[in-house]
């Protein structure tokens, strides 16, 4: 089992950027896809970006194209999620998870690991 840790998230005005990471431990990230999900307050827990064993495809939900990158550096066992252009309604907490198979439709029952999430808010 794979155990993954998020970090970098903050508080931040509209308009700005941070960049998340989730570093692995116990087993290398290659053979698994690897995603990002987020849940605001009240809210389900959202796909938000995934991405394929070694990086060579990438899918996003509508929300957040053109302003996140999802990408991994299998070297590291770390994946990233770059979030330019941020939103008062991206304010959320991030996870991270891991998926033995291609998980490609977002669901997130898809996915068997999971990070304990960090917060992102943004907010002027």
């Known amino acids: 089992q794979v155990q993954l840790a998020e970090s970098g998230g903050g508080l931040v005005q509209p308009g700005g950027s941070l960049r998340l990471s989730c570093a692995a431990s116990?087993?290398?990230?290659?053979?698994?896809?690897m995603g990002w999900f987020r849940q605001a307050p009240g809210k389900e827990r959202e796909f938000v970006a995934v991405?394929?064993?070694?990086?060579?495809?990438?899918y996003y939900t509508d929300s957040v194209k053109g302003r996140f990158t999802i990408s991994r550096d299998n070297a590291k066992n770390t994946v990233y999620l770059q979030m330019n252009s941020l939103k008062p309604e991206d304010t959320a907490v991030y996870y991270c998870?891991?998926?033995?198979?291609?998980?490609?439709?977002?669901?997130?029952?898809?996915?068997?690991?999971w990070g304990q999430g960090t917060q992102v808010t943004v907010s002027s």
């Open positions: 116990g087993r290398t990230i290659s053979s698994l896809y």
């Open positions: 998870a891991a998926s033995r198979f291609p998980a490609v439709t977002g669901r997130a029952s898809d996915f068997g690991s």
């Open positions: 991405i394929s064993y070694s990086g060579g495809s990438t």
